[in-house]
C-alpha cells in the first residue's frame, strides 16, 4: 500500500529525513517512535503533503501512485489521512459543516454527486455515537476552545468519517488523560480492518497497549534504526532511547 | 460646469419649488452657503488622504429627479428581506414609491421625511431634532442639509416598538442618465422604546449613481436600536453616507455595515454619547474586489463617564480593489471610566489591493481603557494545510477560510433572515459552495 524508498526531506536546506525505507501493508498497524526531533512529524507531513518540505531525494508510492507531485487535497482524496499533533482552530466553520464541505469534496474529486443530505446524518449520528461525541459538539465551530482531549477525539471523528486507506495519527495521545485514550484507541481499533493500515506516531508506548501494533520501527536522526514487534516498543520504554541512539552511533 | 457650480446655481431654483417650513429654510440657506465656501473635500484633507472623490466630480449628474419611474415589486423583490414581514420606506430615483413602501402611523410613525418637513404635527419634532446631531460643519453634509426633502421618517414614542423591522431602500432605476440621490432621514427613539431598521441603496443600472446620504438617529434613555446597512451595489454606483448618532443614558445603538460592492464607498458613521452608561456598536465586514474601494470613518465622542464603544471591522480585499479604515476615539476629561474597543482586520487576497488602516485616539480622561488593534495579512497556511489535508481543494479552502473570517462579525446580528442573507451574499461573493445549511 504504503512503499518508502530513501525518502530524504527537509525545510529551507535543513535535512530532516535522512533516507527512510518503510513499506506498509494493507491490514497492517506500525508503530513509529523515537525521541524528540528524530524527524517523526516530518515523515508524517512529508506523506500527507504538506508544501513546506522539500523531498530531495527518494520516492514515496502510495498504491502503487508516486505521491511527488500530488497535492495535499489529492493525496486525501486518494485515501490518505493525518491526524495532527496540533490540529487548527477554524472559528466560524462548524466540525458538522466541515465535514460535509470535506467529504462532499472528496466526492467531487472521484466524480461522484454530493451526498444526500440524510445519509450524510446518518453517517454522523452513527460515528458520533461510536466515539461518543455529544452532539451538541458538533455545532461548535471546529477546534475553536476545544481541549487538547476533544480536539483529538475530533481527529479521530474525522477519521471515522472519511474512512480512509491509510491512516497516520501524528502524537494522538498527547495531552489525553486515560479515559480520552481508551476512547481514541477503541476507536480506532474499531475503524481497523484486513483493507485499511494505521501508522501511529508516538513518544510513549502507552497508546500500544490500546492500538497494538504490527512492527514497530525506532527513528533516529532521520532514520529507521531499528525495526521489530510490538516487544520493541516495551523494551524502548524500558530502557528510553539512550542504547538506541549509541547502537546507531556504532 | 463641474458639479459644485451645478449645485449651488440650482439651489434656489430647487428652493422654489418645495413647499418648506420655515425654520428649516434657513437651515437650508446656511447649508448652502457652508457648502459653497467649503467645496467638495480633497485628499489635501486628512480625512480624504486615501479617498478622492476627482473622477465623480467629472461626471454630469443629474441632480434632481425629473420622472416618477416604477418597478415591478417581483424584479427587485431580491433586494428585499421578503422571507419575513416588515415596514418598507421605498423610493425609485429619489421619489417616494408608495406602491412598493408599508409606512404605518399605528402608534409609531414610520413615513416619509417630506411630510415631516411640511406637515404642522411634526413641526415640534423637526425643530428639536432636525439637523442637530449633524449640524456640523462637514461640506456633504451640509450640501446634502441644503436639499435635504426626502428620505425615511421614524418615530417610535416611549415605551414603543414596531410590531417589525423597518426596510429602507433606494433605487435608482437609470431611467435618467447619471444621477445624484441625497436622501435624508431622521430617526428617533425615545425612552425605553427599539427599533430595527435594514437600509440599502441599489442601483439597478450600469449609468453612473452618486449617492449622499444623511442620517440622523436620536437614541433617547435605555432606547435600543440596531441598524443595518447593506451596501452591496453596482459598480457603476457610489454611496457617500453620513451617519450621526446621539445616545442619551444607558442607550444601545449597533450599527452593522455589510460592503460587498460599488464603485466608492465612504461611511463616516459618527457616534455621540451624550449621556451615562451608553453601549455603542459598530461592526463591518467588507468584501471587495475589481477596483472597487471602500473608507470607513468612525468616530465615537465619549462625552460622559461610564460608558463603552465597540468596533469591529473586518476587510477581505482581491483585486485592485482599495480600503481605508480611520477609527476616530475622542475621550472627554469628564468621560472617566470609559471603555473604548476597536479592532480592524484585513486579509489581502491580491498583490495588488491596499489597505490602509489607522485607529486616532484623543484621550483627556486618565481612567479609561481604551484598546486598539489592527492587522493585515494573508491567509493562515497551517489552516489551508490543515483543510486541504482533509479533500478540500487550495481555492474552496481559502474560501471557506475568508468566509469563516468574516462571519464571525454576524453573531451580533439579531435577525436570523437577515443573518441568513447575509451569510449568503458572504458566501456566494467569496464563492464558497454553500451544499450545507448555515
Known sequence: MLKIKNLHAGVEGNEILNGINLEVAPGEVHAIMGPNGSGKSTLASVIAGKEEFEVTEGVIFFEGKDLEDMAPEERAHNGIFLSFQYPVEIPGVSVTNFMKTAINESRKARGKEDMPANEMLKLIREKSAMLDIDRRFLSRSLNEGFSGGEKKRNEIFQMAMLEPKLAILDETDSGLDIDALRIVANGVNKLKSKDNAVIVITHYQRLLEYIVPDFVHVLHEGKIVKSGNKDLALELEEKGYDWIKNEAVV | ?438
Not at chain 2, 411640511?118 to 449640524?135: E, H
Not at chain 2, 418615530?155 to 437609470?174: C, D, M, Q, R, S
Not at chain 2, 489551508?384 to 474552496?396: A, D, M, Q, V
Request: with cysteine; glycine share 4%.
Open chain 2, 1 to 438: 460646469m463641474d458639479l459644485k457650480e451645478k449645485l449651488v446655481s440650482s439651489f434656489m431654483a430647487f428652493e422654489n419649488n418645495v413647499d418648506i417650513d420655515h425654520f428649516v429654510h434657513d437651515i437650508r440657506s446656511e447649508a448652502i452657503k457652508n457648502f459653497e465656501n467649503k467645496g467638495f473635500p480633497n485628499k489635501k484633507q486628512e480625512a480624504w488622504k486615501y479617498t478622492s472623490l476627482n473622477s465623480l466630480l467629472k461626471i454630469d449628474f443629474s441632480i434632481f429627479p425629473k420622472e416618477v419611474n416604477a418597478l415591478e415589486y417581483k424584479d427587485v423583490k431580491k433586494y428585499f428581506l421578503h422571507e419575513i414581514d416588515t415596514y418598507k420606506i421605498v423610493f425609485i430615483d429619489g421619489i417616494y414609491s408608495s406602491y412598493l413602501s408599508e409606512t404605518t402611523h399605528d402608534g409609531v410613525d414610520i413615513c416619509l421625511m417630506s411630510s415631516a418637513l411640511t406637515k404642522p404635527m411634526y413641526k415640534a419634532v423637526i425643530d428639536t431634532y432636525f439637523n442637530k446631531v449633524a449640524s456640523g460643519e462637514d461640506s456633504l453634509t451640509t450640501l446634502n442639509t441644503a436639499f435635504s426633502q426626502e428620505g425615511a421618517y421614524i418615530y417610535i414614542p416611549k415605551n414603543k416598538a414596531p410590531k417589525k423591522p423597518v426596510e429602507i431602500l433606494h433605487f435608482a432605476t437609470g431611467n435618467e442618465a447619471n444621477l445624484m440621490l441625497q436622501p435624508r432621514n431622521l430617526i428617533i427613539v425615545e425612552e425605553n422604546a427599539e427599533l430595527q431598521v435594514i437600509e440599502r441603496h441599489q442601483s439597478l443600472t450600469s449609468n453612473e449613481v452618486l449617492t449622499n446620504s444623511v442620517t440622523e438617529i436620536y437614541a433617547a434613555k435605555h432606547a435600543n436600536i440596531d441598524y443595518y446597512k447593506v451596501q452591496n451595489n453596482v459598480k457603476s454606483a457610489s454611496l457617500i453616507d453620513n451617519t450621526y448618532i446621539s445616545q442619551k443614558d444607558t442607550s444601545t445603538v449597533k450599527v452593522h455595515t455589510f460592503s460587498f460592492g460599488g464603485k466608492l464607498t465612504r461611511n463616516n458613521l459618527n457616534f455621540y454619547q451624550d449621556g451615562e452608561h451608553v453601549n455603542s456598536t459598530m461592526k463591518g465586514v467588507s468584501i471587495l474586489g475589481e477596483k472597487q474601494h471602500i473608507d470607513h470613518h468612525t468616530l465615537v465622542h465619549h462625552r460622559q463617564p461610564n460608558c463603552e464603544s465597540h468596533q469591529d471591522y473586518k476587510g477581505i480585499y482581491g483585486e485592485k480593489s482599495t480600503g481605508v479604515f480611520n477609527g476616530k476615539i475622542i475621550v472627554d476629561k469628564i468621560a472617566q471610566k470609559t471603555n473604548a474597543f476597536q479592532q480592524n482586520n484585513n486579509i489581502l487576497i491580491s498583490d495588488k489591493a491596499t489597505i490602509n488602516t489607522k485607529p486616532q485616539l484623543e484621550i483627556f480622561a486618565d481612567d479609561v481603557k481604551c484598546s486598539h488593534g489592527c492587522t493585515i495579512g494573508q491567509l493562515d497556511e497551517e489552516a489551508l494545510y490543515y483543510l486541504r489535508s482533509r479533500g478540500i481543494p487550495k481555492k474552496e479552502a481559502s474560501a471557506l477560510l475568508m468566509y469563516a473570517f468574516a462571519n464571525n462579525v454576524l453573531e451580533s446580528v439579531r435577525l436570523p433572515a437577515l443573518k441568513t442573507r447575509i451569510n449568503k451574499l458572504i458566501a456566494n461573493k467569496l464563492g464558497v459552495r454553500l451544499g450545507f445549511e448555515l
